[in-house]
Structure formats: C-alpha cells, structure tokens
C-alpha cells in the first residue's frame, strides 16, 4: 500500500470528505494538527483504535489523547471541574490535553484510554477541528511515528515513516508548534504538569494564577506511559549541553554565540538564530531529523534554557540523548 495524499490548500473539501470515509470505514488517517501529525481513528471504534497501536508498531496499549471539534463535544465525554474548565477557555483550541474523569457510557472505547477512568482530551486548531466537526466523533491521535520514533512535523515525515502502511496521509504543511501539547491534570484544585509541550508551564500558571506542579518520579511514568525514556530516537547518537563540537558530530545549536570546533561539524542546524524559543520548538524534530540524515555518527545539541517552551524542548531532547533499550 502506498498512501494517498492530499494537500488541503489544494482541495480542503475533497480531504475532509475522503478522510472521513477512511475513518467511517475504520482506518486511522495521519492528519495534521498544530502541534505535530496525528495518526487519528475513530474514538469509538475499537478496531480502529487497535489499528492505530498495529501502524505505529506501539509495543503496549498505551491511553491516547481524544480529539473533540468544540467544548460541547469534550462536555458530552468528560467531566470538567472549574479549574478545568477555565483552562479549557484559555487555550482551547490550542496545545493542551486535560486529563479527565470520563463519563460513564461516554462510547469512547476502553481501548483508547488503556482501561483508565480517565480521559485525555483536546481541542485542536484548523483541518483537524473541521475534520472532527464533520466526521461527528472524538478522534483518538497519537503522533503518526512508528513507536519510539521522532514525531513529524509534516506530511513528507509522516509519509517516509508510515507511507507504506497507511490510506491516507492530509498534507496541511509544516505542523506550527512543532512539540506535542502539554498535558496537565487538576486534582484538589492543584494543577499537575504530566508533559510539557506546546503551552508553557508559566502560560498556565498566568491564566489561572495558580502554580502548576511537575509531576516527577516513578507516579509521572505510570500516569503517562508514553513518556518512557529512549522515545524520539533518531538513529545518530545524541549528546546535550555540548559547549564544542567533535570531529563527525552534526551541532543543532540555538542562537549565534560562539562555539568551540564549529568547523568539524558536518552540518550545523540552527533552531532558531534569534533564540526564539516558539521556533526553536517549530524546527527541532525536523532538525532532528535532518542531522540524522547527514549520516554524522552523533548530533551534538548546545544548552537550551529551560523556561517557557524550552521546557518541552529539553523534555523532548532528554529523550532523544537516553539510553536505547
Ligand atoms: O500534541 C499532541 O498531544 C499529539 C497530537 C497528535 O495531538 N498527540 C500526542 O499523543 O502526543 P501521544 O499518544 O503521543 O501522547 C499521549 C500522551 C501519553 O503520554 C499518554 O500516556 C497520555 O497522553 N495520556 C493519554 N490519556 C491519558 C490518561 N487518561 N491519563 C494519563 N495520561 C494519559
Ligand atoms: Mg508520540
């Protein structure tokens, strides 16, 4: 099988109409979204819930994050307390999931949050929330990566990773946020930050004003189970803080301060020349990617500073540098 693909600038109509007839037929379909592409299947429908772990070769079932067109739609699955929902007025659409207590005899299948009683959910911008719209369900997404792998930030990732398995890949362009959505969960009216990502963590406490706690330690783990070390591994081993560059070494470095050995590198990345921490989030997976490919036998990345989305980034990075298994 080699997968369709469809450029909604080209045909935004025609897209929604043949990914819904792919999702109706239960199939997932990689669709854009603004943080990353998403490997979306019917919510409600086990098998292709069970399609979706079989494509990204997932090795156990892990919750997936549920996809709604608006509140209304998130409302008529889960139960929102205020601090939720005042989140949900904040950022929604936008990259944020909540974990919420799901309602019973929502029709989400049990396959899509792992048996949990809880649910993940988020409100997506642009093709995403129309394809919802029009398709009438909660889309259940993880990133359209074989397991383990980098996620895309745009349909040629997707369609050289998983093209060869999938119907239907919608081409909306580079993904704008470029990590996933932070994820957070109120409990006692605390707010408990499960994964950084594309909403800052300093965002959240500004629009609620309330602290956002990290969950860390073995519980962030069992919460989040996708979030096991050795995840986004590109090939090339990864080395973090690198102040120099070794012979061999591709360098993604963020900003034009000086760095010792420059010249040995095979290639040099920039995430962002101004040190702009929104597009050094845009460009890193692509980056990733791309110094992969130079075949250099370790990408060697400078420090990023661990406010606002540099969170996400060094999250992300931390991944890509542990130790494979
Ligand atoms: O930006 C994103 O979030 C992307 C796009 C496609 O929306 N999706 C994404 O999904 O990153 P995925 O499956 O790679 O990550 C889902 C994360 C996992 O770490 C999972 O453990 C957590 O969400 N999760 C989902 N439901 C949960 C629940 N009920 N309780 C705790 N964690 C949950
Ligand atoms: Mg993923």
């Not at 854009?32 to 070769?57: C, F, H, M, Q, S």
Request: hydrophobic fraction near 45%; glycine fraction near 8%; charge should be negative.
């Amino acid at each position: 099988m080699t997968a369709e693909i469809i450029d909604i600038t080209a045909d935004h109509e025609n897209a929604i109409a043949r990914a819904c007839a792919v999702l109706a037929d239960g199939f997932p379909v990689a669709i854009p979204t603004e943080t990353v592409y998403g490997l979306a299947a019917d919510a409600t429908n086990p098998a292709a819930i069970a399609r979706i772990y079989e494509t990204k070769g997932r090795p156990r079932f892990n919750p997936l994050i549920c996809h709604m067109a608006d509140v209304a739609m998130a409302e008529r699955y889960a139960v929102f307390d205020p601090i939720s929902r005042k989140l949900a007025a904040a950022f929604w659409p936008g990259p944020l999931t909540l974990i919420l207590p799901l309602k019973p005899q929502s029709g989400i299948h049990s396959l899509a949050t792992a048996g949990l009683d809880t649910v993940g959910i988020r409100l997506p911008k642009g093709f995403a929330a129309d394809l919802i719209s029009a398709f009438g369900k909660p889309l259940a997404a993880p990133s359209a990566n074989t397991s383990g792998k980098v996620s895309p930030t745009s349909a040629k990732h997707v369609a050289e990773d998983l093209g060869g398995k999938l119907q239907l890949i919608i081409d909306g362009g580079a993904a704008p946020v470029g990590v996933e959505s932070t994820i957070v969960r109120v409990e006692d009216g605390m707010i408990r930050l499960l994964r950084p990502g594309g909403v800052a963590a300093e965002e959240i406490e500004k629009a609620t004003g309330l602290a956002v706690t990290r969950a860390d330690g073995p519980s962030a783990i069992i919460e989040a189970p996708g979030m096991l070390a050795s995840h986004y591994a590109p090939g090339a081993a990864v080395r973090l803080n690198a102040e120099h560059v070794e012979s061999g070494e591709a360098l993604i470095r963020l900003g034009s301060a000086p760095i010792k050995g420059i010249e040995l590198a095979k290639e040099v990345f920039d995430l962002s020349p101004s040190g702009d921490l929104a597009q050094a989030a845009a460009n890193l997976f692509d980056y990733l990617k791309r110094a992969d490919a130079t075949g250099a036998i370790r990408i060697a990345v400078t420090p990023i500073p661990d406010h606002g989305l540099g969170e996400a980034i060094n999250d992300r990075l931390a991944r890509a540098a542990a130790p494979r298994d």
